[in-house]
Nanobody, 125 residues
Framework: QVQLVESGGGLVQAGGSLRLACAASGRSISYYAMGWFREAPGKEREFVAAISRTGLDTYYPDSVKGRFTISRDNAKNTVYLQLNSLKPEDTAVYYC??????????????????WGQGTQVTVSS
């Protein structure tokens, strides 16, 4: 079983950048596809990015494509999410997640059994 801890959130002005990190322990993340999700107050948890176990494939919804970049360092057992050109609507708690499934990635929260506690990202206008 893998445990996940996110870090790197904070308050940033619109147009700014943040880099989130998700440190894993208990098992190597090389066994898992990894995803980032976010949850804003009053809204459902939303898919933000996913990366395959090898890191060769990445996936983003249109809302963040070109602004966010997911990456992984299996040797450091860490996954990253680079957030650029941030907008106030990106304000949310950001969660990383790990899952093992047949395809190389998934945007469904139900395919990820392991979750971190989240890190708050607040973008001011």
């Amino acid at each position: 079983q893998v445990q996940l801890v996110e870090s790197g959130g904070g308050l940033v002005q619109a147009g700014g950048s943040l880099r989130l990190a998700c440190a894993a322990s208990g098992r190597s993340i090389s066994y898992y596809a990894m995803g980032w999700f976010r949850e804003a107050p009053g809204k459902e948890r939303e898919f933000v990015a996913a990366i395959s176990r090898t890191g060769l494939d990445t996936y983003y919804p249109d809302s963040v494509k070109g602004r966010f970049t997911i990456s992984r360092d299996n040797a450091k057992n860490t996954v990253y999410l680079q957030l650029n050109s941030l907008k106030p609507e990106d304000t949310a708690v950001y969660y990383c997640a790990a899952g093992s499934f047949g395809s190389s990635w998934s945007r469904s929260i139900y395919d990820y059994p392991y979750w971190g506690q989240g890190t708050q990202v607040t973008v001011s206008s």
